[in-house]
């Protein structure tokens, strides 16, 4: 008998960053999270924070109101900075922050406390997002205008390079571009001129040693997003690797080709989960996963995984872990990194690739004919291009052409027992708000006054001179100064801005079905005026794809439509409706805080005499919030299962004419109006 054969010792390829997408409500709560996670194998951290967090507003902010801990953690200042790394060794972790208009600022506090962990500079590895022009077009969470919010992403660029070596100071973001409906070439296309964009910014900077441009450009990281279309996604990853190297060498002169490597981390398409049949979007999820690691040649740096039900509501820990087993069965049980790229060869995927490479460059040079990705932005083209594109995936979805399993086709199913029960989702207590503003006056009252106010002089003197922001922000965060005080005084020198919402008379949609004009034509003549619609957007809520899809559609079924795009305070919203003489007001609301804002909504309607004007609201909404809602008196409530907008449509109709009906009855009775009265939704 012959001997045993040898064993032939496999080298294994690392794996890539694991991470989870966390945060909510207080940063205890976060740090308890966070320490969860890791200690169930999760190899980095990625921070979600909260709305007033994002646009620079502390928790008790009048447009805070309804939005502390909701969508992310509340950090006001330098106190919950250090309570929410709290036993979290900051020089052995990698941490990503989801931040853009505050990232100078949620920056400064991170180092802040790393200083305070003995941590150096040097050591820190990590994200800011910092992609400000990707939030005009998608997220919505800018503050400032293009030019100097570009002026602040600059700031951390030179800062870090210098200060910070290992730290990515940008993220450029075509996650968010994908789920505001952009196809493979606008994803690769707008993501692609928005570095160009920051890069040419940073490079053209008097102040700048060019000799540290290809540590810069070495610098830039990309977060990018992957859809169902399995093997587009694969070839849209080869073909941004290929792009960027290609923009490396011949627009910037990089030789070095470890610069030139295109570094990304990926969090899967949120877009495509689905309420109906929940526990289909594992599989979903899963397959989007692969799409970024199965070629080595474009595997994904980090990646972090949405949970199942987050068409429903928050995930809890264990659906966050349930998202983190499926990251290490495939890096630690599989043999996936013991290969070199298996698609190196195949015909199919070479010509995507190039297909793809070509319709991309194309599209840049048409960006850059009008003067680049800000030039873009400003004029709302690359908006409204991305209104049209969703709209297009809309209405392939309402017309069966694009299945989605379980919504559009194979409806009938078995009920989910993963949604039973209480406890089945988590849910942000509304006492979170208002201990924040508790805390926040206590950290006011107990800080050196003079030394906060003498921080921001600082801080103003810097923005107005053309100074780093970061040095001074960094001195700030450790006097004590607040994310509502550092937002305010940059407000005070930079200002405020709208962006253009893609809703226009130009803005091209896929056109609505005939019953829904003619109802709402025969809804005219029996007001006697074209029936007016106000959308609104309150609170600080930017993520405004439904919004504008519903409003392109009213318009297209002969609404007339007012909407002036996010964050609207309720009194605007009411003062709207009130211009207009609006007869019905719809309310799209994601980030979890409908309650209060309709109830807020609600009460400025009755203060107006607008009582009278029926509501309906969309967004991500449980069954029990929606009870909650009718109590209040809202008609109707729309939430992620009623893909048909031209039912949503017909049901608005119907919402305008039960409430002419109920106000013709009153009439006759000699009644004052049953505004309390809840609706079918249809």
Known sequence: MGGQAAVTEVKRDKPWIIRTYAGHSTAAESNKLYRGNLAKGQTGLSVAFDLPTQTGYDPDHELARG?????????????????????????????????????????????????????????????????IIKEYL?????????????????????????????????????????????????????????????????????????????EVFGRISFFVNAGLRFVTEICKMRAFSELWDEIARERYGIDDPKKRIFRYGVQVNSLGLTEQQPENNVHRILIEMLAVTLSKRARARAVQLPAWNEALGLPRPWD??????????????TDLLEYDDIFDGSHVIEARVEELKTQTRAELERIGGIGGAVAAVETGALKRALVESNAKRISAIEAGEQIVVGVNKWQNGEPSPLTAGEGAIFTVSETVEMEAEQRIRAWRSERDAKAVESALADLEQAARSGANIMPVSIAAAKAG????????????????????????????????????????????????????????????????????????????????????????????????????GAHVVGLSILSGSHVPLVRDVKAKLREAGLDHVPVVVGGIISSEDELVLRNM??????????????????????????????????????????????AQVY
């Open 138 to 214: 998608s997220r919505g969470t800018y503050v400032f205008p293009p030019a100097p919010s570009l002026r602040l992403t600059k700031d951390v660029i030179l800062f870090t390079t210098k200060e910070v070596p290992k730290w990515n100071p940008m993220n450029v973001c075509s996650y968010h571009l994908q789920e505001a409906g952009a196809t493979p070439v606008q994803e690769l296309s707008y993501a692609l001129a928005i570095a160009i964009a920051v890069l040419d910014t940073v490079r053209d900077d008097p102040a700048f040693d060019p000799d540290s441009f290809p």
């Open 633 to 678: 008196g809202v008609q109707a409530v729309y939430t992620p299962k009623d893909y048909a907008i031209d039912k949503i449509m017909v049901g608005l109709a119907r919402v305008i004419e039960r409430a002419l009906d109920t106000a013709g009855a009153d009439r006759r009775e000699g009644g004052t109006g049953r505004g309390g009265e809840a």
């Open 67 to 131: 939005e502390v801990g909701k969508v992310g953690v509340s950090i006001a200042h330098l106190g919950d900075m250090r309570t929410l790394f709290d036993q979290i060794p900051l020089a052995q972790m990698n941490t990503s922050m989801t931040i853009n208009a505050t990232a100078p600022w949620l920056l400064s506090l991170y180092l802040a406390v790393a200083e305070e962990q003995g941590a150096p500079l040097a050591a820190l590895q990590g994200t800011t997002q910092n992609d």
């Open 320 to 333: 966050q872990q349930w998202s983190m087993r499926m990251q290490q069965i495939l890096a630690f049980e």
């Open 481 to 580: 100064v607040t994310t509502g005080e550092w937002g305010e005084r940059l407000r005070q020198v930079f200002g405020e801005y709208r962006a253009p919402t893609g809703v226009t008379l130009e803005t091209a949609s896929s056109g609505a079905a005939e019953e829904a004009r003619l109802l709402i034509a025969d809804l005219g003549e029996r007001l006697g005026e074209t029936p007016k619609l106000v959308v609104g957007k309150p609170g600080l809520d930017g993520h405004s794809n439904g919004a504008e899809q519903i409003a392109l559609r009213a318009r297209d079924v002969g609404f007339d439509v007012t909407y002036d795009g996010i964050r609207q305070t309720p009194a605007e919203i009411v003062a709207k409706a009130k211009e207009t």
